[in-house]
């Protein structure tokens, strides 16, 4: 069962939580930062927001944000790792805390199962006194990370050799109505999926509701996707056509590390970490909470839209205790109605701030998976897809369906089920730091580093 001061927190939680929906439901538009309208919220003042981003390698990860779409408040915060600048240092992988991890479905590797005080423990091979093996075959960056004096700027790439790592989209969570992609609980979660993952995160600012309804967080996802593949391109021409601004009246000009473009319709600036940096050919969803909802949904778009997207791939993704729902119930659901922060009640009440009020259905095509009449892809088409659920949540019967769905039809599907876990254990604020949050997020890069390996379907450490 959880400790005390869980359950402690989650009362308190709850209170507030169900305070602030019921004021929105009443009152949408008084709890906005800079307005409704299509611009969009995508933060609240009562919540704690991260310390500026900082383009600095300080604690092992630069950050900084990025405002994709001027008529919108979308935007994103760039998690880089350092280990784009060299390759990555050999390192044992931690097996303390194993046993915090229950058992997992479905899997399609071949990583050892143990057991160990009636616990299953889910293992990668061979870990003892072994080094992790680097599979991006990347170069070592030259730039000059100081100035003379010694006092770091800001990284900002230069040169040729940079090593490309793949891209992460991640999808905060907060029952679509709360949460912020710069809040202090999801910047220390990107960061530490970027080191461990080894990857370039982009947490994803998306609209909140009530002042902006479905489906636009949905497409503020996807907006994001063909913002990467935008950059991806700009990129590759920057690149080809550096140095020579003949023909076609395209101006190119790179100095200091910025890239620009500039044609007829104006100038549109190349994200300098990722141009140097990004790897769009290997990208990854994670979605935490609604944020699983959203990031299934891009990986859907993105095999409609195929080879528009080029050069992003989507090559798998992973939801985390996804907010699925339905009007059947599930045992859980029955169970856990009361469950810890996030009860059945003040989820449907969420729903209704997200949904339109003529839309509003427990099984909309964006609440459940499983109604026979979704629209879109087959799901044998979907990418390999981890999903992460906890014992005390009531969704997490849901999840577990859909992800056997998934293996029907041949997809790599595992689930990780942890034990005397609530919704948000590795998220959450006050959970953060617990070992269990720290194993999830060791499950989570195993098994993301063996779906972007450039070795294959190998595991990558």
Same mark, same amino acid.
């Given at each position: 069962?959880?400790?005390?001061?869980?359950?402690?927190y989650s009362?308190?939680?709850?209170f507030?939580l169900?305070?602030r929906?019921?004021?929105?439901?009443?009152?949408?538009?008084?709890?906005?930062?800079?307005?409704?309208?299509?611009f969009g919220?995508?933060?609240?003042?009562?919540?704690?927001?991260?310390?500026?981003?900082?383009p600095?390698?300080?604690?092992g990860?630069?950050?900084?944000?990025?405002?994709?779409?001027?008529?919108?408040?979308?935007?994103?915060?760039?998690f880089?790792?350092?280990?784009?600048?060299?390759?990555?240092?050999?390192?044992?992988?931690?097996?303390?805390?194993?046993?915090t991890r229950?058992?997992?479905?479905g899997s399609?590797?071949?990583?050892?199962?143990s057991?160990?005080?009636?616990?299953?423990v889910?293992?990668?091979p061979?870990?003892?006194?072994?080094?992790?093996?680097?599979?991006?075959?990347?170069c070592?960056?030259?730039?000059?990370?100081?100035s003379?004096?010694?006092?770091?700027?800001?990284?900002?790439p230069?040169?040729?050799n940079?090593r490309?790592?793949?891209?992460?989209?991640?999808?905060?969570?907060?029952?679509?109505v709360?949460?912020s992609?710069d809040?202090v609980a999801?910047?220390f979660?990107?960061?530490r999926?970027?080191?461990?993952?080894d990857?370039?995160?982009?947490a994803?600012?998306?609209?909140?509701?009530?002042?902006?309804?479905?489906?636009?967080?949905?497409?503020?996802?996807?907006?994001v996707?063909?913002?990467?593949?935008k950059?991806?391109?700009?990129?590759e021409?920057?690149k080809?056509?550096?140095?020579?601004?003949?023909?076609?009246?395209?101006?190119?000009?790179?100095?200091?590390?910025?890239?620009h473009v500039?044609?007829?319709?104006?100038?549109?600036?190349?994200?300098?970490?990722?141009?140097?940096?990004g790897?769009?050919?290997?990208?990854?969803?994670?979605?935490?909470?609604?944020?699983?909802?959203?990031? &299934?949904y891009?990986?859907?778009? @993105? $095999?409609?839209a195929?080879?528009? *997207?080029?050069?992003?791939? #989507?090559? =798998?993704q !992973?939801l985390?205790?996804?907010?699925?729902?339905?009007?059947?119930?599930?045992?859980?659901e029955i169970?856990?109605a009361?469950?810890?922060?996030?009860?059945?009640?003040m989820c449907i009440?969420?729903?209704r701030?997200?949904?339109?009020?003529?839309?509003?259905?427990?099984d909309?095509?964006?609440?459940?998976?499983?109604?026979?009449?979704?629209e879109?892809?087959?799901?044998?088409k979907m990418?390999?897809?981890?999903?992460?659920?906890a014992?005390h &949540?009531?969704?997490?019967d849901? @999840? $577990?369906?859909?992800?056997?769905? *998934?293996?029907?039809v041949k #997809?790599d =599907?595992? !689930?990780?089920?942890?034990?005397?876990?609530?919704?948000?254990?590795?998220?959450l604020?006050m959970?953060?730091?617990?070992?269990?949050?720290q194993?999830?997020?060791?499950?989570?890069?195993i098994?993301?580093?063996?779906?972007?390996?450039?070795r294959?379907?190998e595991?990558s450490?």
């Amino acid at each position: 069962m959880p400790s005390i001061g869980v359950k402690l927190y989650s009362v308190f939680f709850k209170f507030m939580l169900k305070h602030r929906l019921q004021s929105r439901l009443q009152a949408p538009e008084n709890d906005a930062v800079g307005g409704g309208g299509s611009f969009g919220v995508t933060s609240r003042p009562e919540e704690e927001t991260a310390a500026a981003p900082n383009p600095r390698f300080t604690d092992g990860v630069a950050t900084k944000d990025v405002h994709i779409d001027p008529v919108t408040s979308v935007s994103v915060r760039v998690f880089l790792p350092d280990t784009c600048l060299n390759f990555p240092d050999a390192k044992t992988i931690d097996q303390n805390h194993a046993l915090t991890r229950r058992y997992s479905y479905g899997s399609s590797n071949d990583s050892v199962v143990s057991s160990s005080n009636d616990v299953i423990v889910k293992r990668a091979p061979n870990v003892d006194n072994f080094y992790r093996r680097s599979s991006y075959g990347s170069c070592i960056d030259d730039a000059n990370l100081k100035s003379e004096n010694g006092i770091y700027k800001g990284y900002n790439p230069i040169g040729n050799n940079c090593r490309r790592l793949p891209v992460m989209l991640q999808f905060h969570g907060g029952g679509f109505v709360s949460g912020s992609n710069d809040s202090v609980a999801n910047d220390f979660f990107c960061r530490r999926i970027a080191r461990l993952c080894d990857v370039i995160v982009l947490a994803v600012g998306y609209r909140l509701a009530p002042e902006n309804k479905y489906p636009l967080a949905f497409e503020d996802g996807l907006k994001v996707l063909h913002w990467l593949s935008k950059q991806a391109n700009l990129a590759e021409c920057s690149k080809s056509s550096l140095g020579s601004s003949k023909g076609g009246g395209v101006d190119l000009r790179r100095s200091e590390g910025n890239w620009h473009v500039a044609d007829a319709f104006g100038a549109s600036m190349v994200e300098p970490w990722l141009a140097a940096h990004g790897d769009p050919s290997r990208c990854v969803l994670l979605g935490v909470s609604c944020g699983a909802n959203i990031a &299934d949904y891009v990986a859907r778009k @993105a $095999i409609e839209a195929g080879k528009l *997207l080029d050069p992003v791939k #989507v090559v =798998a993704q !992973v939801l985390m205790y996804p907010f699925f729902i339905g009007s059947v119930q599930t045992p859980s659901e029955i169970k856990l109605a009361n469950s810890y922060f996030y009860d059945k009640a003040m989820c449907i009440l969420a729903w209704r701030l997200f949904l339109p009020e003529d839309e509003f259905s427990l099984d909309h095509p964006a609440a459940n998976p499983l109604i026979s009449n979704r629209e879109g892809p087959p799901l044998k088409k979907m990418p390999p897809t981890l999903t992460v659920v906890a014992e005390h &949540d009531w969704m997490r019967d849901r @999840a $577990i369906a859909y992800s056997e769905e *998934l293996r029907r039809v041949k #997809v790599d =599907a595992p !689930v990780l089920e942890y034990t005397d876990a609530v919704h948000e254990f590795a998220t959450l604020d006050m959970l953060l730091k617990t070992p269990q949050a720290q194993a999830c997020a060791e499950d989570i890069a195993i098994w993301v580093k063996k779906h972007i390996s450039l070795r294959g379907h190998e595991l990558s450490y």
